[in-house]
């Protein structure tokens, strides 16, 4: 039964692409109203898939994705009021950046004054102020996933989904950045999803789920122990006779144990 106090529920959901091959095999996940929540797996683990049906550009082949406790199957992905930020960014070249981040807005008929108003708090948010200007090609790439992460924010989205936002980055500006993320996490109090292949990311977030390749087993969990611990999954049965939940409930100390 689903949790009344979650913002999101994923229960029994399932996703195959060519009817034999399960990507996300059984997940089972609820995410908490202002968490920040990561996704840690390597690729072909499924974690983009799970954020993509939660943004609703795929759809699960099986089970349900609640949202406040209803289903979301009917609604499409512009009723959902999910902010969303891609690995590439997605800006528009021919654009200036506050028009880049105005988008959203225009979509929904915001009018100019609110518009003009909104546009320079997201600037602000993220440290652009003076840039509204500029193009795209005129920013660094560190600028670049700000006017994303902006874009995203602008429209007050209830939930943030971030793909491999830092992927493009260099080292020192990735470190940079997640710690730019966690405070503004922590200032506006929006539910973030985060997902990422780098381990090291992980410890940033309040708490996060680690999947193995294979999708057969994960840990739940926060800290650098739990995160520790996600390096090697334990095994997990999945044969006919017994096959339990891929993922894992965090103890009160921050380890795992496997869901009963």
Same mark, same amino acid.
């Given at each position: 039964?689903?949790?009344?106090?979650?913002?999101?529920?994923?229960?029994?959901?399932?996703?195959?692409?060519?009817?034999t091959?399960?990507?996300?095999?059984?997940?089972?996940?609820?995410?908490?109203? %202002?968490? #920040?929540?990561?996704?840690? %797996?390597?690729?072909?683990?499924?974690?983009?898939?799970? $954020?993509?049906?939660?943004? %609703? #550009?795929?759809?699960?082949?099986?089970?349900?994705?609640?949202?406040?406790?209803?289903?979301?199957?009917?609604?499409?992905?512009?009723?959902?009021?999910?902010?969303?930020? #891609?690995?590439?960014?997605?800006?528009?070249?021919?654009?200036?950046i506050?028009?880049?981040?105005?988008?959203?807005?225009?979509? =929904? +008929?915001?009018? +100019?004054?609110?518009?003009?108003?909104?546009?320079?708090?997201?600037?602000?948010?993220?440290?652009?102020?003076? $840039?509204?200007?500029?193009?795209?090609?005129?920013?660094?790439g560190?600028?670049?996933?700000?006017?994303?992460?902006?874009r995203?924010?602008?429209?007050?989205?209830?939930?943030? $989904?971030?793909?491999e936002?830092?992927?493009?980055?260099?080292?020192?500006?990735?470190e940079?950045?997640?710690?730019?993320?966690?405070?503004?996490?922590?200032?506006l %109090?929006?539910?973030?999803?985060?997902?990422?292949?780098?381990?090291?990311?992980?410890?940033?977030?309040?708490?996060?789920?680690? =999947?193995?390749r294979?999708?057969?087993?994960?840990?739940?969990?926060?800290?650098?122990?739990?995160?520790?611990?996600?390096?090697?999954?334990?095994?997990?049965?999945?044969? =006919?006779?017994?096959?339990?939940?891929?993922?894992?409930?965090?103890? =009160?100390?921050?380890?795992?144990?496997?869901?009963?």
């Amino acid at each position: 039964m689903a949790n009344p106090q979650a913002l999101v529920t994923f229960v029994g959901v399932q996703k195959t692409y060519d009817g034999t091959t399960l990507v996300v095999p059984d997940l089972n996940l609820e995410i908490q109203r %202002g968490e #920040f929540l990561t996704l840690l %797996g390597p690729s072909g683990s499924g974690k983009t898939t799970c $954020l993509m049906m939660l943004a %609703g #550009f795929e759809s699960p082949t099986a089970g349900e994705i609640l949202l406040d406790g209803q289903p979301t199957s009917r609604t499409p992905p512009h009723k959902r009021n999910f902010g969303v930020v #891609f690995q590439n960014y997605a800006l528009f070249p021919h654009l200036t950046i506050a028009q880049n981040v105005a988008y959203p807005l225009t979509v =929904r +008929k915001v009018g +100019k004054d609110e518009c003009a108003r909104l546009v320079a708090r997201a600037l602000n948010m993220v440290r652009l102020e003076g $840039l509204d200007a500029r193009y795209p090609g005129q920013l660094s790439g560190g600028q670049q996933q700000r006017v994303a992460l902006a874009r995203a924010l602008v429209f007050d989205p209830q939930l943030v $989904l971030m793909d491999e936002p830092l992927g493009a980055l260099d080292k020192q500006l990735r470190e940079h950045m997640q710690i730019e993320l966690k405070e503004l996490h922590r200032k506006l %109090g929006v539910t973030f999803v985060y997902v990422t292949h780098d381990q090291g990311e992980a410890p940033t977030a309040r708490r996060f789920a680690a =999947r193995s390749r294979k999708a057969c087993c994960a840990v739940i969990g926060c800290g650098r122990s739990a995160c520790a611990a996600a390096a090697t999954p334990p095994t997990i049965s999945t044969g =006919r006779s017994r096959r339990a939940s891929p993922w894992c409930r965090p103890t =009160r100390s921050g380890t795992s144990r496997s869901r009963r």
